[in-house]
């Protein structure tokens, strides 16, 4: 690999996060020691008595989940007697970027697409979409989980599983308050977590909140805010470049502002807002999350209703993904072989039923083993009438920046900043990070 190019992508990568040149020398002692280690594994994935041998990173969890895939895999290796993946788990970016730049790249990667703008920079990831055109499997995957691929008119992963947003509920508080719809407008939602507040000892702090609020800048603050961002026809990105100074936006922050406002919505622990303590201990009627939940595990009373629509229906995908790294043209031909069996009704089915994901495959979702899967699971069924409204997050490359700048909006709104002000400070730090790129 040329030392050059090598360095340069660690460079670009890390000097965001370091700010001394003696953390920058440790840094490069830590990815050299790596990157011999690295370096040592890579024959293993060669050809060998005509097999070809591909590595498979993932991160998967919880662990129940990664057993799923793990049977699939060998059913994979036991139908293909000339390719044989191998399923590893490796959490985190860093150790990814730090494989890629060392030119000793797993085969296969699974990964969030919001990470897929950086390793298109890196020159990292195949495009595939002459590859997709030619599948006939193409017209079985349901068409707007394509649009969380796309970038600069190239598609660079498949999806491995998909799912949604929606609003989880305790039917027992909504008939004890008297409710017997659930909300479809924003108003109505608002009216309804008015409702189901309640102060039993007059000292103004209600020990039943209608809604939990993500407090916090990470990405669940971000991921929980979309569905509203989305049905109010807002947007983040405009070509590739931030834009959030927009109605959409800032009516969907208000809207979260007014909760607030009410004093029917209560914040989480900061950076905690995906847990469900507080929904399971009737503290909260009304839940923003997504089928993955442990509330369906739970011994409660609960049920689903779909993001309630402003100016129109929409919530947010949550998909994994599966990136071919470039390699060599052998083992990546062997690697669209795998993503091939991912897209399958097969594969699709039994994973869906497995770990309770939504299937990327319609023929898989249409399946009879599917339909008698949720027709245990009936909430299911609120999330896949949902994906026909369901759109993804942004890709570009500098998503992360995005994320964190977003966060910081929203949970400056939630503490009592205006909207307005929240965005445009955020718009501002992120067009001097644009500039500066």
């Known amino acids: 690999m040329n030392i050059n ?11 965001q996060f370091l700010s001394s040149a003696w953390q920058f020398s440790i840094l490069r002692i830590v990815l050299s020691v790596c990157l011999i280690f690295l370096s040592s594994c890579q024959g293993q994935v060669e050809k060998n008595d005509g097999v070809i041998n591909l590595t498979l990173w993932q991160s998967i969890n919880p662990p129940a ?32 970027l730090t494989a890629v730049v060392g ?10 697409p919001q990470t897929t703008g950086q390793f298109v920079e890196l020159g990292a990831i195949l495009p595939l979409e002459d590859w997709l055109e030619k599948l006939p499997l193409k017209s079985e995957i349901i068409p707007n989980l394509l649009e969380e691929s796309r970038l600069n008119g190239h598609i660079w992963s498949i999806p491995l599983y998909t799912s949604n947003i929606g609003i989880f509920y305790r039917p027992k508080l909504f ?17 309804v977590a008015k409702k189901l507040t309640i102060d039993r000892n007059g000292d103004n702090r209600p020990e039943q909140y209608g809604m939990l609020l993500p407090l916090g800048k990470g990405e669940w603050t971000v991921f929980s805010w979309f569905p509203f961002l989305l ?29 607030m406002k009410d004093g029917s919505a209560t914040l989480s622990a900061p950076e905690r807002g995906y847990e469900e303590d507080a929904f399971i201990a009737e ?3 009304m839940q923003i999350t997504g089928p993955w939940t442990y509330i369906m595990k739970s011994n409660v009373d609960y049920k689903v209703f779909p993001i309630p629509a402003s100016v129109e229906r929409a919530t947010v995908t949550g998909t994994g993904i599966l990136h071919v790294m470039k390699t060599t043209p052998g083992r990546e031909q062997a690697a669209l072989k795998f993503l091939e069996y991912v897209l399958s009704e097969e594969f699709q089915k039994e994973w869906s039923i497995g770990t309770g994901f939504l299937p990327v495959n319609i023929k898989a979702a249409q399946s009879e083993a599917f339909k008698q ?12 009438e949902q994906m026909s409204v ?10 992360s920046r995005l994320s964190d700048s977003l966060g910081r909006a929203i949970e400056a709104t939630l503490l009592g900043e205006s909207p307005e002000k929240a965005l445009k400070t955020a718009q501002e730090r992120l067009e001097t990070i644009w500039e500066s790129k």
């Open 175 to 191: 008939q004890a308050a008297g409710i017997t719809e659930t909300p479809k407008t924003w108003e109505e939602l608002r009216q």
């Open 5 to 15: 190019i090598c360095s340069s992508h660690i460079k670009n990568f890390f000097c």
């Open 283 to 285: 503290r909260v009627a």
């Open 65 to 96: 989940n990664r057993d799923v895939f793990q049977k699939l895999v060998d059913k994979f290796n036991q139908t293909h007697t000339d390719i044989k993946v191998k399923s590893i788990y490796a959490e985190g970016l860093p150790k990814v």
């Open 231 to 259: 049905s109010a026809g807002g947007e983040v990105v405009t070509n590739n470049h931030p834009n959030l100074m927009n109605q959409g936006a800032i009516s969907a922050l208000q809207f979260w502002q007014d909760l």
């Open 103 to 112: 030119n000793v790249p797993p085969d296969i990667l699974s990964f969030s």
């Open 390 to 399: 369901a759109h993804p997050r942004p890709i570009l490359a500098g998503y």
């Open 373 to 384: 899967f949720i027709s245990k699971k009936p909430v299911l069924k609120v999330f896949m």
